[in-house]
Structure formats: structure tokens, C-alpha cells
């Protein structure tokens, strides 16, 4: 048996038991897993994994069993790995960031420039998940940190840091009615077809939460994973979109104009994730200080 092994069933269930998706996480190539996985069936001579048609569907008993003792033994190598004190003054190594294209594209991208000029002999990763993979690739130890806006469900189990909230606005071509609307209401968006990201997105569960509370029902005319594909189809005339504030760049976007929206739907909590029994080496703490300032002390 290999550690390899256990990782990659760890990273077929952690990306919703896709082998392709696990591949392109792990940067290896898919018959590559198969492979692998197969071995370990037959070493330990019961299947993991459940196959319906060519499908993977989840876990046998035996894969559920031996899930959790993957997690565990790669959880505690990681541990033994980070375990030296001189691990608080290094300055060189690797750190994997799971985030979504959000935190990736804007929010991080001053963040990540100063902090490679500062630690030049760290090799950074970058994971882009949704909020669940983030979670997930912390708690298997495929990733270091993980940030996203994902909460609710994270306390006790994660450790925790909290980042600047994240405004959220309107966004529309310059000259869109919608500039005129004021004072900007749920109603008067309802008129419009709008694009948000996707429900399983704290911004598209956002977005959802505050028509229903409000007994509305919006327009909904596209969903996506990913705020720059909204805007394109937002500059193409398919209507107006709901994305964090961060995401609208003047210097970028100057077809397009954004109105705050954060009466509406609220700002958008960013958490910065590790698993509790980490050691934080000393660049991946300066990392989260600058991620979540001041919060380190607290975590």
C-alpha cells in the first residue's frame, strides 16, 4: 500500500467522486488514478468503490472504512511533516491555497504579489474550488489553507480566521436603467433578468435568500461558477448581474458600471480555513495576517 494511494482516494471523494476532476486537482493523469485505485482494491481485496455503468456513485462499506483511515494517516504525516519548531522561521517551502475563482482572481491577487516578493522561495499552489471542495481539500489535507465565504457549517470542526467582509453590488453596461432606479430595491431588480452565481456560491445563495425572504420573485436568467463569465454575458445585453463589489474593475471593465448592492443581499464573510492540529510554519502565518488581519492571535 502507498501514500499515493490514500490520497487519491481521498481526492476521488473530495471532488464528488469524479476521477477526471480528482486528476486535473492532482495534476496526474486519469488512467494514472484508475491504475492505482485498482491496485489498492486488490491488495486489500474488497472493492472501495461503488460502480454503476462505468460510474463512480460513492463509497462500498470497506471504502468508507478505509476513507477514514486515509484521512487520519495523511492527516498525521502532514502533522509529523510540520511538527519542528524551526518550521516558525522558514521561509522557503510550499503552500497549497484551495479558494474559489473569487478569492483566485481578485481579492488574493495583491495579496499573493507582496507575499511572493516577501517569500520568494515559497512555491505557491492555487486549488480553485467551490465552497464545498474548499472544505473538503482542508479537511483531507490536500490543501494548507483554504478561504471562501462558506461558514455556517465550519464551526468545531476547522479552525478559523475571519478576513474582511466582501461588499456586493449590481452590476450593468453604462446607461443600464437600473442606475436610475433609485433607491435600488428588490422589486425594481425583479423587472430585470439577472445573473448570479451559482446557489451552491454564498453570493447565488445570497441572492436567493433575500427575494424569498422578501416574497419576490427574481428573473433568474443565467448562473455560473464564475464571476468573469458573468460579466461577459452581463456586456453582451443578457441582463444585469449580483457579483461581490471586488469583482467589478473600471480599468477592465469600462463597458460596464456597478451600483452597491449590500443593503440588498448583504456582505459576503470571508474565512480563512486549516485543520486544527496545524502548525503554522512561518510564512503560512504571515499569509493568513494578511489574508485576515490581526485575527491570527485570536485563531
Same mark, same amino acid.
Given at each position: 500500500?502507498?501514500?499515493?494511494?490514500? #490520497?487519491?482516494?481521498?481526492?476521488? !471523494? =473530495?471532488?464528488?467522486?469524479?476521477?477526471?476532476?480528482?486528476?486535473?486537482?492532482?495534476?496526474? *493523469?486519469?488512467?494514472?488514478?484508475?491504475?492505482?485505485?485498482? *491496485?489498492?482494491? /486488490?491488495?486489500?481485496?474488497?472493492?472501495?468503490?461503488?460502480?454503476?455503468?462505468?460510474?463512480? !456513485?460513492?463509497?462500498?462499506?470497506?471504502?468508507?472504512?478505509?476513507?477514514?483511515?486515509?484521512?487520519? !494517516? /495523511?492527516?498525521?504525516?502532514?502533522?509529523?511533516?510540520?511538527?519542528?519548531?524551526?518550521?516558525?522561521?522558514?521561509?522557503?517551502?510550499?503552500?497549497?491555497?484551495?479558494?474559489?475563482?473569487?478569492?483566485?482572481?481578485?481579492? /488574493?491577487?495583491?495579496?499573493? #504579489?507582496?507575499?511572493?516578493?516577501?517569500?520568494?522561495?515559497?512555491?505557491?499552489?492555487?486549488?480553485?474550488?467551490?465552497?464545498?471542495?474548499?472544505?473538503?481539500?482542508?479537511?483531507?489535507?490536500?490543501?494548507?489553507?483554504?478561504?471562501? *465565504?462558506?461558514?455556517?457549517?465550519?464551526?468545531?470542526?476547522?479552525?478559523?480566521?475571519?478576513?474582511?467582509?466582501?461588499?456586493?453590488?449590481?452590476?450593468?453596461?453604462?446607461?443600464?436603467? !437600473?442606475?436610475?432606479?433609485?433607491?435600488?430595491?428588490?422589486?425594481?431588480?425583479? *423587472?430585470?433578468?439577472?445573473?448570479?452565481?451559482?446557489?451552491?456560491?454564498?453570493?447565488?445563495?445570497?441572492?436567493?435568500?433575500?427575494?424569498?425572504?422578501?416574497?419576490?420573485?427574481?428573473?433568474?436568467?443565467?448562473?455560473?461558477? =464564475?464571476? =468573469?463569465?458573468?460579466?461577459?454575458?452581463?456586456?453582451?445585453?443578457?441582463?444585469?448581474?449580483?457579483?461581490?463589489?471586488?469583482?467589478?474593475?473600471?480599468?477592465?471593465?469600462?463597458? /460596464?458600471?456597478?451600483?452597491?448592492?449590500?443593503?440588498?443581499?448583504?456582505?459576503?464573510?470571508?474565512?480563512?480555513?486549516?485543520?486544527?492540529?496545524?502548525?503554522?510554519?512561518?510564512?503560512?502565518?504571515?499569509?493568513?495576517?494578511?489574508?485576515?488581519?490581526?485575527?491570527?492571535?485570536?485563531?
Amino acid at each position: 500500500m502507498r501514500l499515493e494511494q490514500l #490520497k487519491f482516494l481521498c481526492a476521488i !471523494v =473530495d471532488n464528488g467522486f469524479s476521477i477526471t476532476r480528482a486528476a486535473e486537482a492532482l495534476h496526474i *493523469s486519469q488512467p494514472g488514478i484508475s491504475k492505482q485505485i485498482n *491496485s489498492l482494491e /486488490l491488495e486489500l481485496g474488497a472493492e472501495l468503490l461503488v460502480r454503476v455503468g462505468g460510474r463512480i !456513485v460513492g463509497l462500498t462499506g470497506a471504502g468508507h472504512t478505509t476513507l477514514a483511515v486515509a484521512r487520519r !494517516v /495523511l492527516l498525521e504525516i502532514n502533522d509529523l511533516v510540520h511538527s519542528d519548531q524551526s518550521l516558525k522561521d522558514q521561509t522557503s517551502g510550499r503552500l497549497t491555497i484551495a479558494t474559489t475563482h473569487t478569492h483566485a482572481r481578485y481579492a /488574493l491577487l495583491p495579496i499573493i #504579489k507582496d507575499f511572493r516578493q516577501a517569500y520568494p522561495l515559497v512555491h505557491l499552489h492555487l486549488l480553485q474550488a467551490n465552497p464545498a471542495q474548499v472544505i473538503g481539500a482542508i479537511a483531507s489535507g490536500t490543501a494548507d489553507v483554504g478561504i471562501t *465565504s462558506a461558514e455556517g457549517e465550519l464551526e468545531g470542526e476547522l479552525r478559523i480566521f475571519r478576513g474582511r467582509d466582501l461588499a456586493r453590488s449590481v452590476i450593468a453596461p453604462i446607461g443600464h436603467p !437600473v442606475f436610475r432606479e433609485t433607491p435600488l430595491t428588490l422589486k425594481r431588480l425583479s *423587472s430585470h433578468p439577472l445573473l448570479t452565481l451559482d446557489a451552491s456560491f454564498p453570493g447565488g445563495h445570497a441572492v436567493h435568500v433575500a427575494f424569498e425572504r422578501a416574497g419576490i420573485e427574481p428573473n433568474i436568467a443565467m448562473t455560473a461558477i =464564475d464571476a =468573469d463569465v458573468i460579466k461577459a454575458y452581463v456586456r453582451v445585453g443578457l441582463g444585469i448581474a449580483v457579483l461581490p463589489t471586488i469583482t467589478f474593475e473600471r480599468t477592465v471593465d469600462p463597458a /460596464l458600471d456597478a451600483i452597491d448592492a449590500t443593503h440588498l443581499f448583504g456582505s459576503a464573510p470571508v474565512v480563512i480555513l486549516t485543520r486544527p492540529e496545524t502548525r503554522l510554519s512561518g510564512y503560512m502565518a504571515d499569509f493568513i495576517n494578511r489574508v485576515a488581519p490581526g485575527q491570527l492571535a485570536n485563531g
